[in-house]
Nanobody, 120 residues
Framework: QVQLVESGGDLVQPGGSLRLSCAAS????????MGWYRKAPGKQRELVAT??????NYADSVKDRVTISRDNAVNTAYLQMNSLKPDYSAVYYC???????????????WGQGTQVTVSS
């Protein structure tokens, strides 16, 4: 069993900052990818950022305001968001591609989401 638990979502004013966390726990051999997606009301879920080893990938719409990082020692990913705008309001979901055994392929897991609201 593997769980991803996000935290850090909040109500923040435009121009503010937030740091989201995603902690993976359970039967984990190795985490290949960790990433963040978001879904705003009336819109499809979209990629925000992913990280494989030290390689990062960002959606063009966020790359100037968002930084993804990982602490592999504690199986946790972070999403630092700065200069937030109202259109960043969404539920942010963590995802991870996890090998549960040394010989297994990875499985894809999702967290339950954390709400980010940017409003004055």
């Amino acid at each position: 069993q593997v769980q991803l638990v996000e935290s850090g979502g909040d109500l923040v004013q435009p121009g503010g900052s937030l740091r989201l966390s995603c902690a993976a726990s359970g039967s984990i051999f190795r985490i290949y990818l960790m990433g963040w997606y978001r879904k705003a009301p009336g819109k499809q879920r979209e990629l925000v950022a992913t990280m494989i080893s030290n390689t990062t990938n960002y959606a063009d719409s966020v790359k100037d305001r968002v930084t993804i990082s990982r602490d592999n020692a504690v199986n946790t990913a972070y999403l630092q968001m700065n200069s937030l705008k109202p259109d960043y309001s969404a539920v942010y979901y963590c995802t991870a591609h996890i090998h549960r055994m040394a010989w297994s392929t990875y499985s894809v897991y999702w967290g339950q989401g954390t709400q980010v609201t940017v409003s004055s």
